[in-house]
């Protein structure tokens, strides 16, 4: 049993669909490959020619760059917000990377 899963008893879990979430892996992966070096490490750099490339070379829309450039910036604001935590990680306190 766990908590928050009400009485579900002896019920199995319900199933996540790791198919789809490994679609979304390998998007984000190809996205994150179609960056040049300087835009991983900046993703500030990123204006929209820059993710229209981007966008092409991944084989996806543009819609899903900005998704993933504002999944990125949200993730990045709220790890600043838990100081120590990641403070050995990069070297940097504060100062968050693309993981390529």
Known sequence: M???LGGMGNKKMPEIDSEE???K????????YSMTPEERQNPDL???????????GA???IAEVNRMVKQFNETRKMMKKLPGLMGGIG?????FKFPF
């Open 91 to 95: 070297g940097k306190k504060g100062k």
């Open 46 to 56: 990123l204006n929209i020619s820059r993710k229209h490339r981007i966008a092409k």
């Open 21 to 23: 979430s490994e679609k």
């Open 2 to 4: 766990m908590p928050g």
């Open 25 to 32: 892996m390998a998007r984000m992966e190809a996205m994150i």
């Open 59 to 61: 084989g996806v829309d």
